[in-house]
């Protein structure tokens, strides 16, 4: 069984390019590249990742394929494309050369406007992935999740992944609102959901297992076991847990719940999501 962690990051930290990173987050103010990781996947029987943007720019796609060049982990990267601009369809058929690169991410959810993704221009921009084959991460809190489902609704083609269940805050125990718009996403068969991202969306410090079980099984009913897929979102889990640790929360979850297949959990659905070529990684 191949195991990917299909979410996590690399950076040379820049305190003007990582400026989201704050004084309370001073274990993520260091460099973390491949070198690093790669002890703690084969630590942990993990044999190979998912490279996700974390700036918002051309260079961190370069950045990020120049790794995956280098290190054969990585077996693809969601890069950042101005999604908006007039020449994106030039653009995407420019990157269309990069292997490696399987799709694109926007940080939504910095964006003041919460009809971000109900823009022409930026519709315009997600028209055309599926031309290229590429897929698209969201990145949203839940009060962006109306806009997100009704812009996922009019693209039924394209391959959509809900990046770190939608960040609920778990730490408040906020759900049913967030599990109303899960619910309706999870049914759509174009819409996939990363269990990722989850420690740092409760308390840092004190949270326990029993604290993800509720969202957990929200995810695990609204996405049949074919559309969701692990990822450690390293290191921005080490603000709140080890990478050994994030992975006990869902292999906890999923030993007492046979509606998740493991199998497909830990690999499959990140190689169908992505479009990995299986022959390239075992």
């Not at 897929?229 to 906890?252: H, Q, R, T």
């Amino acid at each position: 069984m191949i195991r990917i962690d299909a979410h996590q990051h690399f950076w040379k930290y820049n305190s003007d390019k990582h400026s989201w990173i704050n004084d309370q987050m001073q274990v993520l103010k260091k460099d973390f590249l491949p070198e690093d990781l790669s002890p703690i996947l084969k630590a942990n029987n993990i044999d190979g990742c998912i490279a996700v943007q974390a700036d918002q720019s051309k260079e961190e796609t370069k950045f990020l394929l120049d790794l995956s060049e280098i290190h054969d982990f990585i077996f693809g990267v969601v890069g950042w494309v101005d999604l908006c601009a007039i020449d994106v369809e030039s653009r995407l058929e420019y990157y269309s050369q990069f292997e490696k690169l399987k799709g694109w991410r926007h940080i939504v959810q910095d964006e003041p406007d919460d009809k971000f993704v109900l823009r022409d221009d930026f519709l315009k921009g997600i028209s055309l992935l599926s031309k290229f084959n590429y897929t698209y991460d969201i990145l949203v809190y839940p009060h962006l999740l109306p806009a997100t489902l009704e812009m996922v609704q009019m693209f039924p083609h394209q391959k959509f992944v809900i990046d770190h269940i939608a960040k609920p805050k778990i730490v408040d125990g906020e759900i049913e609102e967030w599990k109303s718009f899960m619910s309706q996403l999870g049914a759509l068969d174009n819409v996939w959901c990363k269990i990722s991202g989850m420690v740092t969306e409760a308390d840092w410090v004190h949270w326990q297992q029993t604290d993800f079980v509720p969202y957990l099984k929200v995810i695990s009913d609204a996405f049949n076991s074919d559309k969701v897929i692990y990822g450690s979102d390293w290191p921005v889990c080490l603000l709140a847990a080890s990478y050994k640790s994030v992975m006990e929360i869902s292999n906890s979850y999923i030993e007492s719940n046979s509606i998740i297949d493991s199998s497909k959990f830990w690999g499959q659905n990140a190689i169908d999501f992505y479009n990995l070529e299986i022959e390239d990684i075992v």
